[in-house]
């Protein structure tokens, strides 16, 4: 068994990795993120990124986790009814930056840790750049 | 008695904007803060609002040094939403442009690294080179720093003359051989500027997940060309040179090493140019919906972009780029702990650091 193939036991998924566009995607169904930072760690997985798209219709957000597992590319995908997951910095600190950018772009909260302004500057608002439906308080007093 | 020393957002030391709040106890620094985001510009925001040739356009503008690279990545990103596959004269031109950007990157950062040491005749000499790579860029492209050679399914120019391309390439190398190569690798200016200084372990350095030529120099042997080959490198032979040191002289000498790597490269690449078409021409294709990734090794790292599309839209839905200064920039703060306040310039130049890249 490949270390790849191994990887849903060891997050106690019964489904494998599916290969699509050069990326091995899981889906984890009740497991959380700091749990699948703690597997990555174990398999000195190296952590590349967090991605965030924001679902139509209300229906929250989507962060994809990315790691690289001696080339082969691993993506996690999480779906957020609300605003907020946990934060993995204190597990992998690789991911301060763009949980902080997430942060500000989305206005997306990673509990568990602490702020501070990445590429915000001072007095600006965080969600402005890419969530839907976020105006900055100058635009909205300005209508 | 501690004090802070800010750095930037502009200062005469570093080439772009951005902050280094450093605690210092006398000559040395104890602590660093960093603070990016002053040259912010909300591009992937933008590319939400850009068809699929806009799209293109705009993100050759992220930087303007590996402008070549994000324009790859973008491609074979999109191209695996389209299921188009350039043909292989399309690919060993990606392969040419991505060596000569690598080559134009790296002798641009020995020449400011150059400059940093004091050393201003090198920094003449590596500016000198460096415009002559230019002019085979210019000589392939049309251009000198935004190429527009790439599209989805493959190029939009033909190399007509691989001979004479090859000539050039071939004559940048004996000057390299010549003149940068063997005084970063010998000069005792060099040595006395680098050695132990700005160290990043090996552990910090995975630790970080810091990638390209600042990991490789901190003895982690990773390179996209060969751990996830893309475009013709699968059928290129090179070797990843790396330096266990982890200081700012094991930089530049893994620097050094890869400019003659690209030249063997782009020999390798350039004599064996395939015949054929450099585009899928005339074939029609959709956006299926999903998201695309792709990976490339540009000149500083790992390059990544996630390219969501609905099928029928005009517009991306999202466009995620991770740039390798992101990753690499939280270690500036770890390398100049315990660093001479003089150093500091040097330190955070050894990273090759893009900050347009970095804030987007």
Known sequence: MSVLE?????????????????????????????????????????????????????????????????????????????????????????ADWIEREIHEEYSLEFTGREYEPLLLRQGDETGVNLRDGVATSNAVAAK | MSYKI????????????YKLDMICEGETVIDAKLHIGFNFRGIEHLAETRNHIQVIALMERVCGICSN?????????????????????????????????RLHSHVLWAGIAAKLMGFKTMFMTCFEIREKVMDVLAAISGNRVNYS???????????????????MVEKLEGEMLRTVIPIFTTSRTAASRCAGVGVLTHEKALSLGVVGPVARASGVPQDLRKAAPYAAYAEMEFDVPVQPAGDVTARLLVRALEIMESCKILKQALSKLPPGEIATEGEKFVFT?????????????????????????????????????????????????????ADTPLIQASIDPCYSCTDR
């Open chain 2, 69 to 101: 690279i994000h324009t790859l990545t973008l491609c074979n990103a999109m191209e695996k939403l389209t299921n188009l596959t350039p043909p292989p004269r399309a690919q060993y031109i990606r392969v040419i442009m991505a060596e000569l950007e």
């Open chain 1, 6 to 94: 191994s990887i849903p036991e060891k997050l106690g998924s019964t489904e494998p990795f599916i290969e699509k566009g050069g990326v091995h995607w899981l889906t984890l169904g009740a497991l959380n993120v700091r749990q699948l930072a703690e597997v990555m760690n174990s398999l000195h997985a190296r952590f590349i990124t967090i991605t965030a798209y924001q679902l139509p219709k209300e229906e929250g957000f989507r962060l994809e986790y990315h790691w690289d597992l001696d080339g082969q590319l691993l993506g996690f995908p999480f779906v957020l009814t609300g605003n907020s997951i946990e934060s993995i910095f204190d597990l992998c600190e690789a």
């Open chain 2, 6 to 17: 800010p750095m930037g957002p502009y200062h005469p030391a570093l080439e772009e904007p």
């Open chain 2, 149 to 167: 050679m790439n599209r989805i399914g493959g190029v939009n120019r033909d190399i007509t003359d691989p001979q004479a391309i090859l000539k």
């Open chain 2, 289 to 341: 919906t999903g998201t695309g990734t792709a990976r490339v090794e540009a000149p500083r790292g790992e390059v990544m972009y996630s390219v969501s599309w609905k099928e029928g839209s005009r517009n991306p839905a999202r466009v995620h780029v991770r740039t390798p200064t992101f990753a690499v920039m939280p270690a500036i703060r770890w390398m100049v702990k315990g660093a001479r306040l």
